[in-house]
């Protein structure tokens, strides 16, 4: 069964840092697409990175570049989120999610972890 | 590109049909639109990609076609678990992008 779960999330303080983790089970992980997208309270969806499966294609929303770093380790089957410069507009759920692989391409998002709550408050 | 879906909310009874658009500001490349349900406190499921292909499992109730710029997702037969905010989503070009959502109530 195709599985994601994301972790790390928490309170930080404007300005902080923290890292995301995405685990994977159920797939062959070295063989997909990963993507980020966040949620703010009771907003609508926003995609914000994506890796390709040997991470040599990464891109990033505007909203984010320069600040936060995808990376992956496909021996352990995860995929990080490195968010830094952290401000309240960063308040969201995170989703971790496969997105394609080399063979098929892109699928869209399929599919979605849990999610984890990044909360960025003084 | 900027994705407008319509209506805002979609309030019907068991055993209609549902009709969910969205309205894509330029071409989507390849027809690489997804139609995602998102039910509270829950994270968001694929139905469609690709504008008209069932992702896995979805009943084939679901069902997404496209002209031009134009996308649709139709819910053939209203069930009370449909009740959900559905999204569109284009990933033909950087970045990807989401439609605002539609809110389906069932009566």
């Known amino acids: 069964q195709v599985h994601l779960v994301e972790s790390g999330g928490g309170l930080v303080k404007p300005g902080g840092s923290l890292r995301l983790s995405c685990a994977a089970s159920g797939f062959s992980f070295s063989d997909n697409y990963m993507s980020w997208i966040r949620q703010a309270p009771g907003k609508g969806l926003e995609w914000i990175s994506f890796?390709?499966?040997?991470?040599?294609?990464?891109y990033y929303s505007d909203s984010v570049k320069g600040r936060f770093t995808i990376s992956r380790d496909n021996a352990k089957k995860l995929v990080y989120l490195q968010m830094n410069s952290l401000s309240a507009e960063d308040t969201a759920v995170y989703y971790c999610a496969r997105c394609g692989d080399a063979r098929s391409g892109f699928f869209g998002f399929d599919p979605w972890g849990q999610g984890t709550l990044v909360t960025v408050s003084s | 590109i900027v994705l407008t879906q319509s209506p805002g909310t979609l309030s019907l009874s068991p055993g209609e049909r549902a009709t969910l658009f969205c309205r894509a500001s330029q071409s989507v490349s390849s027809s690489y639109l997804a139609w995602y349900q998102q039910k509270p406190g829950q994270a968001p499921r694929l139905l469609i990609f690709?504008?008209?292909s069932r992702g896995t499992a979805i009943p084939d109730r679901f069902s997404g076609s496209e002209s031009g710029t134009d996308f649709t997702l139709t819910i053939s037969r209203l069930e009370p678990e449909d009740s959900a905010v559905y999204y569109c989503q284009q990933y033909g070009s950087l970045p990807w992008t989401f439609g605002q959502g539609t809110k389906v109530e069932i009566k």
């Open positions: 690709g504008a008209s």
């Open positions: 890796i390709s499966d040997n991470d040599k294609t990464i």
